[in-house]
T-cell receptor, first 115, second 116 residues
């Protein structure tokens, strides 16, 4: 069974640009969550999508947005990039709808550098 | 809001020895999950072990075990017979038990070094 796939693995963007990151979850998983990891702030929850609907949202500005497609693949978009957006962005997938199945499985992340 | 605290930024242990990583959390919920994730230099977060709060028995996975003290809100990870491949960042994480709550709250992490 294929794991969680994130593309691209590395990205360099200029301040003010926008970027789109992609995440393909494990087959059968309907929940996709996104996290930002930085040395200063650690791992912070961005948002979660389940069956194409945003179900949870963290404390990030509106420049951060996402969506989920009918095949459960998710994209995350950051507009008007700032230097502080440089981070490792991790995607996690899970079944999402059964109490007993709590595990989230992570992709290898996308390293975004804003210059 | 829930918080997770890992008070040891770095730990080191000799190969084959035992090491314990600490984690405390704060929550007003009675039902929840706790996890330990490992993040090696490859950056991929790997689930090490999980604990359901309603279970009194401590979880064990091979060389990894936890000491879950619900009243004290403490969740430590013990690694026995440490191996070089155990070297990584370890994160303690909390998740609400409710069906719709897929948000993980992470601690700041503990960097574990294994000395040969």
């Amino acid at each position: 069974k294929a794991g969680v796939t994130q593309t691209p693995r590395y990205l360099i963007k200029t301040r003010g640009q926008q970027v789109t990151l992609s995440c393909s979850p494990i087959s059968g998983h309907r929940s996709v969550s996104w996290y930002q990891q930085t040395p200063g702030q650690g791992l912070q929850f961005l948002f979660e999508y389940f069956s194409e609907t945003q179900r949870n949202k963290g404390n990030f500005p509106g420049r951060f947005s996402g969506r989920q497609f009918s095949n459960s693949r998710s994209e995350m978009n950051v507009s008007t990039l700032e230097l502080g957006d440089s981070a490792l962005y991790l995607c996690a997938s899970s079944l999402g709808d059964v109490r007993g199945n709590a595990e989230a499985f992570f992709g290898q992340g996308t390293r975004l550098t804003v210059v | 809001a829930q918080t997770v605290t890992q008070s040891q930024p770095e730990m080191s242990v000799q190969e084959a020895e035992t090491v314990t990583l600490s984690c405390t959390y704060d929550t007003s919920e009675s039902d929840y999950y706790l996890f330990w994730y490992k993040q090696p230099p490859s950056r991929q977060m790997i689930l090490v072990i999980r604990q359901e709060a309603y279970k009194q028995q401590n979880a064990t996975e091979n060389r990894f075990s936890v000491n879950f003290q619900k009243a004290a809100k403490s969740f430590s990870l013990k690694i026995s017979d440490s191996q070089l491949g155990d070297a990584a960042m370890y994160f303690c994480a909390y998740r609400s038990f409710f069906q719709g709550a897929q948000k993980l709250v992470f601690g700041q992490g503990t960097r574990l070094t294994i000395n040969p």
